[in-house]
């Protein structure tokens, strides 16, 4: 476990170097801002395609009359490209596109869908959330690391390495009593 949070920190920190030369500082606060204050409510649903059909979800017979389950999608090409998400900051778009969402197609585009509830706005609201949700799961903006965080992380790196010095050095004596000795 050790060793895949450290790998983390290390590819974070070298992806936050590559990263933070691509933007200036007001352009990475500005990005921070937007992603806390970032509500569904934001996203703007006329660049989307809605489109409505009958559920499978809970709701009885109702489901079997009603087209209560909404789909938003983007068309192939269509996801973070200039036209469509000129509402998300540039320094978030980045990320967004070195990263594999859960929602977008082979062909990237978008497409996400909801039949939890009964009601169609209800779902259509929902579809916006889990876009939001993605976003927000999806981005990640180093913070200052402190002296203390600092010494600790190297502590916890020499541990791991006298801990990985030690088991080499006991499989290699149980594997010395393993071997024949004939020199009797």
């Not at 869908?113 to 799961?137: A, G, H």
């Amino acid at each position: 476990m050790f060793q895949n949070l450290l790998r983390r920190n290390i590819l974070l920190g070298r992806y936050f170097l590559r990263y933070n030369s691509i933007y200036t500082e007001s352009e990475i606060e500005n990005a921070k801002k937007w992603l806390d204050s970032f509500d569904h409510s934001q996203i703007p649903q006329h660049v989307f395609k809605i489109t409505f059909s009958r559920s499978s979800g809970p709701g009885g017979q109702k489901v079997n009359k009603t087209s209560s389950k909404a789909q938003i999608s983007l068309d192939s090409g269509e996801w973070l490209s200039p036209n469509t998400s000129y509402w998300i900051p540039k320094p978030i778009q980045h990320q967004l596109k070195e990263k594999n969402l859960r929602y977008v197609t082979p062909k990237n585009g978008l497409l996400i869908q909801c039949d939890t509830e009964r009601n169609r706005e209800v779902n259509l609201e929902n579809c916006f959330k889990r876009l939001m949700n993605e976003i927000k799961l999806n981005v990640y903006f180093a913070g200052e690391v402190s002296e203390e965080d600092k010494e600790k992380w190297q502590q916890l790196e020499i541990d791991h390495n006298e801990r990985k010095k030690h088991n080499k050095k006991k499989h290699s004596e149980k594997k010395k009593l393993r071997s024949k000795n004939f020199d009797w």
